[in-house]
C-alpha cells in the first residue's frame, strides 16, 4: 500500500509541470470572418490552466506566448506599423488555415524552443511584407508557401510541400540572409528574383518555371554572388524566353526544359541537360555551363528541331568537351534524315571539335558539320546490341569486373576465377551476395594480379545457397607488349552474333557494305558487347573502328 502510494503521489508531481507547461503554451486563433488581423485580441484564445478550458485572451501573443495555433478555416493577416518588429515564434498553421504577411509589417521568427513555425495549411508573404530572423520555417506535405510583389524572406526554409514564386505583373521577389531548401515542389511563377550574398538554395526537388509574359532574372550581389545547388530538377515549361540566372548555379541534377538559360553569375556542373519539354528547343549560355551528361529525344516523326525532336543550343561546340550524349529515337523518319541535336550561337569560332561519347540507336551517324552536331539516319531500323551484364574492363594493368543481377534471392556468393589460358581457372576472390527486396544489384571487383603479357580470363561462379554452383561465359583482356589491345571483334557464323570486346574509351565501329555504304555506326563504351546480325543478308561486310576520330582497325567479315 505504502509503495502504491507512493507510485501515485510521483504520478501526480509529474503531472502538473506538464499541464502548466502545456496551459502556458496555448494560444490558438477562434473567430468566423473571413480574415483578420493578428493584432486584434478579440480573434484569440488563452488555454486557462485552472478551468482547464479555452478562455478570451487579454492580449495578442508573440514569442513570450509560446505555442500559437491557427485553426483550419481561420485566416489571419500581419500588416501595419502596430505589428512593426513584432517577435514571434512556435507558430502552427493547420490544414486549411493560412498566416499572410502585408505592407510595413517587419516581422522577426524567433529560433526559441520547439519548431519556429510549421505550415500545413498556407502561408503568403506578401506586397512589402517582411519576415526575418533566427528561426526556421517548415512546409510539410500538403502544406503552401507563396511570395511575391516585393515580399521578403530573411528566414531558413524547409519546403516539403509546394513553394509558389512571384505573379505576373508584378514586382518581384527579395530573399535576404535565407538558407531554402527544397524537397518537393517549387514554382516560379513570374517576375524577378533577387538573392543577397548570404542567401542559398538547395534543390533537391522540382523547380518548374512556368512564366509566359517576359523573360526572368534571378539576380544578386555581382562580387559576392549567392548560391544555388541543383541535386533535383530545375525545368523551363512557361515560354521560349530567357531565365538569367546571376546568382552561381552548381548543378548535379538536370536542367532542362525549354527557352533559354544563361549563367551570368557563374556555372559547375556535373550534372544532365535535359533539352525540350515533350519536345523542345534548350539554349544554354553564354557562362558555358559544362554538363556531363546530355539527353535528346527524337520523339516524333518529321524532323523539326523543337517540334519533333529536342534541340540544344549552346555557346561554343567546345563546351561539349567530355560530355556524353544520349539519343533515344521513337520517330519514322525516312532514311538520309537530318537531325541537328545541338548546335553553337552564331559568330564563334571553331577552334576544335570536341571529344564526346554519343550513346545512340546503330542506324543513326553522328558527324560535326560547321557549328552543329548532327544525327544522320542511315538506316531504317538499328540492329540489337545486348551491353552484357558481366563486363572486364583494363585500368592501369588492372582489371575491373562489373556485373548484375536481377531478384536475386538464392544466390550465397561469387567466386572470381582467373586463367591465363582460358582452361585452368584458379579463385582469386568470394564475393558475398546481397540480397534487397527488389530491382537490380550491381556487382565490382578489382583484379591487381593480371599478366600483362598474356591474355588474361575471367569467369564468374554463382553459387546459390543449396552448394549448387555455374559459371558465366568467360571474358577476356588481351595484352601486347605489355599494352592492352584496345578492340578485339570475333563473328560466330552460327549464331549471326559479332562480339565485341573494348578496352578503350571513345570508341566507335562502323558497320559498312562491300561499296563503302554506312549501314550502322555504334557508340561504344568499354566492356564486352554483342552485335546480333540476323537482320542483315548474307554477304561480305567491313567494320571499321575509331578511336577519337582516328581509324584503328579494319576488319571483314563474311556472313553466309
Not at 22 to 30: E, G, K, L, S, V
Not at 166 to 190: F, Q, Y
Not at 536 to 543: S, W
Request: glycine share 10%; with cysteine.
Amino acid at each position: 500500500m505504502k509503495r502504491a502510494f507512493r507510485c501515485l503521489l510521483l504520478s501526480v508531481i509529474l503531472s502538473i509541470p506538464a499541464l502548466d507547461f502545456f496551459a502556458q503554451d496555448a494560444y490558438r486563433t477562434n473567430f468566423s470572418t473571413n480574415a483578420a488581423q493578428w493584432t486584434n485580441t478579440e480573434i484569440w484564445q488563452r488555454f486557462d490552466p485552472i478551468k482547464k478550458t479555452w478562455i478570451a485572451a487579454d492580449h495578442y501573443p508573440t514569442y513570450l506566448d509560446g505555442i500559437i495555433t491557427i485553426q483550419a478555416g481561420d485566416s489571419v493577416v500581419i500588416h501595419g506599423s502596430d505589428t512593426a518588429r513584432m517577435i514571434i515564434d512556435e507558430v502552427v498553421v493547420e490544414a486549411g488555415g493560412s498566416l499572410t504577411f502585408m505592407n510595413k509589417g517587419a516581422i522577426i521568427l524567433n529560433d526559441g524552443a520547439g519548431d519556429d513555425m510549421i505550415v500545413n495549411g498556407r502561408m503568403h508573404i506578401g506586397p512589402g511584407g517582411t519576415l526575418r530572423g533566427n528561426g526556421r520555417i517548415q512546409i510539410n506535405a500538403g502544406g503552401a508557401f507563396s511570395i511575391k510583389n516585393t515580399g521578403l524572406l530573411g528566414v531558413a526554409l524547409n519546403n516539403n510541400g509546394t513553394m509558389y514564386w512571384g505573379s505576373a505583373g508584378e514586382a518581384g521577389i527579395l530573399l535576404s540572409g535565407c538558407h531554402i531548401v527544397n524537397n518537393a515542389t517549387c514554382i516560379w511563377m513570374n517576375g524577378n528574383i533577387t538573392m543577397d550574398s548570404s542567401a542559398t538554395m538547395i534543390n533537391n526537388g522540382l523547380m518548374r518555371i512556368v512564366a509566359t509574359a517576359s523573360n526572368l532574372l534571378c539576380t544578386g550581389n555581382k562580387k559576392l554572388p549567392a548560391k544555388i545547388t541543383n541535386k533535383g530538377t530545375i525545368i523551363n515549361t512557361g515560354k521560349d524566353h530567357t531565365v538569367d540566372f546571376q546568382v552561381k548555379v552548381d548543378n548535379n541534377g538536370t536542367i532542362g526544359g525549354v527557352g533559354t538559360f544563361l549563367f551570368s553569375g557563374g556555372s559547375n556542373s556535373g550534372g544532365i541537360i535535359s533539352p525540350g519539354a515533350s519536345p523542345g528547343h534548350l539554349t544554354v549560355g553564354p557562362g558555358k555551363l559544362r554538363s556531363s551528361i546530355i539527353n535528346i529525344e527524337i520523339a516524333t516523326t518529321g524532323a523539326i528541331a523543337g517540334v519533333n525532336y529536342d534541340q540544344l543550343t549552346v555557346n561554343s561546340l567546345e563546351d561539349l568537351a567530355g560530355a556524353t550524349i544520349n539519343i533515344t529515337d521513337q520517330a519514322a523518319d525516312s532514311i538520309n534524315t537530318e537531325y541537328t541535336i545541338i548546335n553553337a550561337m552564331p559568330g564563334n569560332t571553331i577552334r576544335y571539335y570536341p571529344e564526346v561519347v554519343v550513346n545512340a540507336p546503330s542506324n543513326l551517324a553522328i558527324s560535326f558539320k560547321g557549328n552543329r552536331l548532327v544525327l544522320t539516319k542511315i538506316a531504317a531500323d538499328p540492329l540489337p546490341v545486348s551491353w552484357g551484364g558481366f563486363k572486364v574492363v583494363a585500368r592501369e594493368n588492372k582489371a575491373v569486373l562489373n556485373w548484375n543481377t536481377l531478384l536475386d534471392q538464392h544466390t550465397s556468393y561469387f567466386l572470381i576465377e582467373h586463367s591465363t589460358n582460358a582452361i585452368t581457372y584458379a579463385p582469386v576472390a568470394r564475393i558475398d551476395a546481397r540480397h534487397g527486396e527488389s530491382g537490380e544489384t550491381q556487382y565490382s571487383y578489382t583484379f591487381p594480379g593480371v599478366d600483362i603479357f598474356k591474355t588474361n580470363y575471367f569467369r564468374i561462379k554463382r553459387v546459390s545457397d543449396d552448394g549448387k554452383s555455374r559459371s558465366s561465359a568467360p571474358r577476356n583482356i588481351m595484352f601486347d607488349k605489355g599494352r592492352v589491345i584496345g578492340f578485339q571483334s570475333d563473328y560466330n557464323p552460327e549464331s549471326d552474333e559479332l562480339n565485341l570486346n573494348i578496352q578503350t574509351e571513345y570508341l566507335r565501329a562502323y558497320l559498312a557494305d562491300t561499296a563503302g555504304k554506312l549501314l550502322y555506326e555504334f557508340s561504344l563504351q568499354p566492356g564486352q558487347h554483342t552485335v546480333y546480325m540476323d537482320a542483315l543478308p548474307a554477304g561480305v561486310y567491313r567494320m571499321n573502328v575509331s578511336v577519337k576520330g582516328v581509324m584503328v582497325e579494319a576488319k571483314q567479315i563474311v556472313k553466309h
